[in-house]
């Protein structure tokens, strides 16, 4: 080849180079990155939606909107979550069934002791047009709600005595989230609350300055908790939802082709944590076992039924009839 060949065949290669870094640069130049906050650790079931929320959502957008993950409360508290979703301050979140009332109390009657027969009865409510609602009310609050993920069935822990019936429940001190409707329903059943932030619990708990807790088993687990109770009982007495929720704010940003893959995502983050919370709920009682703790598998849930009756009106009232009603009513 002649130098005046070679000296083409250069250009040649050095004209290639800056289009692939060109189209590199702006390829790079369109992604952004958003963040979403939540209570727990990557490996917990919040964490599992969290990661097939993110992944899906680079899939379906081809890497150019990407999802950061912040566990273990680092973007806050869930009621800070909650209140930087509405300032636009947090990008994403998910916010368990129990601190959504703080935006929008409607969402408490999830929260209500026993109303869920169980988690498929809690799947199928959420997953109806009537879970869809709820989703759409938190558009008013200036969040946009994508999909309904799962924290899980709570169960009860305590370092006292085992739990089968609402009369073990009394002079008991039970620390439970910033609920007002699980506190009016576990004062129903006869027990002494406490409101305490999660990241205090565990020290709460070690000291005597309650005697239990109720979470999911997932959050039993990851949190420790078992060193510190020796008691759990399987009540299942609240199905926890886990909102995948955007900012209103950050929401604007996105076309509307985008917007479709986030719901799309959202819905595939859900599964993944109702997947991890049902693995986590089948596997680590055995594991708690191990532990130490000792296990209460069957309770007098007709009891804790009959109990709740004296609240029942209190909640009829201040949710509708009609609500609960139809609650019940779907299989």
């Keep these: 080849m002649t130098i005046r060949g070679r000296v083409v065949l250069l250009r040649g290669i050095l004209v290639l180079m800056l289009s692939l870094l060109t189209v590199s640069g702006g390829a790079y130049a369109q992604q952004k990155t958003y963040r979403i906050g939540y209570l727990f650790p990557l490996n917990s079931q919040l964490g599992a939606g969290a990661s097939a929320f993110a992944d899906e959502v680079a899939k379906r957008t081809g890497g150019r909107i990407r999802i950061e993950q912040y566990p273990n409360s680092v973007l806050g508290g869930e009621v800070e979550m909650l209140d930087g979703l509405k300032l636009g301050t947090v990008d994403f979140a998910l916010i368990s069934g129990a601190a959504l009332p703080n935006v929008l109390p409607e969402a408490g009657v999830f929260s209500i002791p026993f109303i869920f027969r169980d988690a498929d009865h809690a799947h199928h409510v959420l997953d109806s047009a009537l879970g869809q609602a709820y989703l759409d009310k938190l558009r008013e609050k200036g969040i946009v709600g994508l999909a309904w993920g799962e924290n899980g069935m709570r169960q009860l822990t305590n370092a006292k005595h085992p739990i089968r019936t609402p009369d073990d429940l009394k002079g008991l001190k039970l620390r439970l989230p910033q609920s007002e409707v699980m506190v009016a329903g576990f004062k129903a059943l006869g ?58 704010e950050t929401w604007k940003e996105f076309s509307e082709a985008d917007r479709a893959a986030l719901i799309a995502a959202a ?17 680590g009682v055995a594991e708690l076992k191990k532990q130490g703790m000792e296990v209460t598998e069957q309770i007098d849930r007709a009891a804790f039924v009959a109990a709740m009756q004296s609240v029942r009106p209190d909640y009829e009232k201040k949710f509708g009839t009609e609500v609960l009603s139809k609650i019940d009513a779907i299989k």
């Design 267 to 283: 819905k595939v983050g859900a599964e993944a944590s109702r997947r991890f919370a049902a693995e986590a709920q089948k596997n």
């Design 191 to 248: 027990a002494e609350t406490a409101a305490i932030g999660f990241p205090q619990l565990f020290a709460a708990l070690q000291t005597g300055q309650v005697d239990g807790e109720e979470n999911p088993i997932a959050t039993i687990l990851s949190a420790k908790f078992s060193s510190v109770q020796k008691y759990l009982t399987l009540s299942g007495h609240v199905y926890d939802p886990a909102g995948i929720l955007v900012s209103g």
